[in-house]
């Protein structure tokens, strides 16, 4: 049974690192990643170099914190705003299945359902977890390089490392539950404007406003309320617990869902 | 060994597939045959677990095949609007089969060369005409050299050498003791490649038998296939339930 697992998981990882849109739409993630940080390493190393005899830094104008607590805050916002785009890449890998019939090949191969679906969700957790870690080692380095001469052993602080794993986990997370939807709507492009419509719910700030407990279950406030650190400027909608139980609930309902589909529905 | 039995299939109201019962013997190719729409493709998506039947059994070796641990060393199967996506080389496409059934990688080679697409393996499947397509399908049949054949239509797209080649390949499988089931539209092809037939119209099995059996009486297999499955052309005539009016 694991070897099964093995051998239908690697399949799946063939099947994702073989297609070319996976890479380009990678790639393209993580170009944007590194322009944004060139973009902005001036700008931080002025914001460290002007740090404050009790540390504390003004990152942005008019707000003035903790020096420590807001660079970490940086390395793990800076990768987590890439978690907008990377749940395009589960939508492809998902998608990838409805087109050409390819799901019919899949069953063939696997037919028991359930082996099918765990294998999908390993490969594309697997993948999406290596860009993840690409994108955490690109922040990392520029992070690095702001503060190199204030305090350059910051970035492997137990205090840096939480950070990138919180952003780790839900970049992961929200990726499965991209892919899970992808996987139930049977195309990409739904997937992809599934994640938007609840991408817009956190941004747009309108639950956040009038029923902040119903904003703390949407996905990309939770990864907000588990990454950011909370102060005057920024009040969030529940605590990184709260936000780390809505983050696993969502893949593992709709992973539920895709592959119950995935054994009742006709294979097309 | 095959075994079907009163196999049903509905999409909305309509019967696809009426109550079809079949057995297909190993060391023999069997023909599965019928007009467009009579209903083979869906039942051989039924027989390979792809669709859920709304009634009925199919069994592979006395098995479902979606029972079968590493099914592709069993069973190979060639499918309608089962391929491969466009953008991925055609030797990607096999490789992941390939492993998803652990199937060595040299296998992959092998089939590639087998069914001559070594030259083109590098290239997007996307840039294949629809010969290499069929080929690289055949090819993904025979990854894991299995016991059964079940192909959907294997020459369609093929050129006359390649033809050759399928009947030559099925002939050999079959002589070597193992089951091939292949169906098709087109009577001549089949006459030249099949032992036995299994004839479809409306979704109803409406002949089952060795060939020489089936065209007894007629003047040709074709005559046969035009009466049993009552041709427009009004060649035998015999009424069919269901889809008659969809081809
Ligand atoms: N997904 C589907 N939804 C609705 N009807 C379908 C579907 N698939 C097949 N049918 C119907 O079921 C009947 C049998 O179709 P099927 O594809 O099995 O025929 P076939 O014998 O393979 O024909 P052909 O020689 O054209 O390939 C047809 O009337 C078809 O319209
Ligand atoms: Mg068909």
């Given at each position: 049974m694991v070897r099964d697992l093995a051998a239908a998981t690697r399949a799946e990882l063939g099947k994702v690192v073989t297609l070319r849109a996976v890479w380009l739409i990678s790639g393209a993630v993580v170009g944007l990643h590194v322009l944004l940080g060139l973009q902005n390493l001036d700008a931080e190393t002025e914001a460290v170099r002007e740090i404050?005899?009790?540390?504390?830094?003004?990152?942005?104008?008019?707000i003035v914190r903790p020096a420590r607590e807001a660079l970490v805050e940086y390395l793990a916002a800076s990768s987590f705003q890439m978690c907008l785009f990377l749940p395009c890449v589960a939508a492809v890998v998902a998608g990838q299945e409805f087109r050409a019939g390819q799901l019919g090949t899949s069953l063939l191969a696997v037919p028991r359902r359930g082996l099918l679906a765990g294998a999908k969700v390993l490969a594309v957790g697997g993948f999406l977890l290596f860009v993840s870690i690409v994108i955490a080692a690109i922040s990392t380095a520029f992070v690095y390089l702001s503060i190199k001469d204030w305090n350059p052993g910051l970035p492997v602080s137990a205090e840096a490392w939480t950070a990138q794993v919180k952003f780790l986990a839900y970049a992961v997370l929200s990726g499965l539950t991209t892919f899970a939807i992808t996987m139930i709507a049977r195309s990409t492009l739904i997937g992809i404007l599934v994640t938007v419509a609840l991408t817009v719910l956190t941004m747009s700030q309108i639950l956040a406003v009038f029923t902040p407990a119903l904003d703390a279950l949407v996905p990309l406030s939770a990864g907000r309320n588990l990454i950011l650190v909370p102060d005057e400027s920024l009040r969030l909608s529940a605590g990184p617990g709260h936000a780390m139980v809505v983050l696993v609930t969502w893949p593992l309902l709709a992973t539920a869902v895709a592959a119950t589909a995935l054994c009742r529905r006709d294979a097309r | 060994m095959i075994e079907v039995a009163r196999l049903t299939k509905r999409y909305g109201r309509k019967l696809a597939v009426d109550d079809v019962g079949f057995t297909v013997r190993p060391g023999r190719v069997t023909g599965f045959l019928g007009p467009n729409g009579a209903g083979k493709s869906t039942t051989l998506r039924l027989l390979l677990g792809l669709d859920h039947p709304d009634g009925g059994t199919a069994l592979i070796g006395g098995r479902r095949y979606r029972d079968l641990r590493h099914p592709l060393r069993t069973v190979g199967a060639l499918l309608d609007?089962?391929?491969?996506?466009?953008?991925?080389r055609g030797v990607d496409h096999l490789a992941w089969i390939a492993q998803s059934n652990r199937i060595p990688r040299r296998r992959v080679r092998e089939v590639l060369d087998l069914v001559g697409l070594t030259g083109a393996?590098?290239?997007?499947?996307?840039?294949?005409s629809l010969g290499m397509g069929q080929r690289l399908g055949i090819a993904a049949a025979l990854l894991g050299d299995p016991e059964v054949l079940v192909l959907d239509e294997p020459v369609n797209g093929l050129d006359p050498d390649g033809i050759r080649w399928v009947r030559d390949l099925l002939r050999e499988y079959a002589a070597s003791g193992r089951t091939v089931l292949l169906s098709s539209h087109l009577m001549a092809e089949t006459a030249g490649t099949a032992d036995d037939a299994i004839v479809i119209a409306g979704g109803r099995i409406v002949a089952h038998g060795s060939l020489d059996d089936i065209s007894a009486?007629?003047?040709?297999l074709e005559s046969a296939f035009f009466a049993l499955t009552g041709d427009r052309r009004g060649l035998g005539g015999r009424g069919g339930r269901g889809g008659r009016g969809e081809w």
């Open positions: 404050t005899a009790d540390g504390m830094i003004e990152r942005f104008p008019g | 609007g089962a391929g491969p996506v466009p953008e991925r393996a590098g290239q997007r499947v996307k840039g294949y009486g007629h003047e040709s």
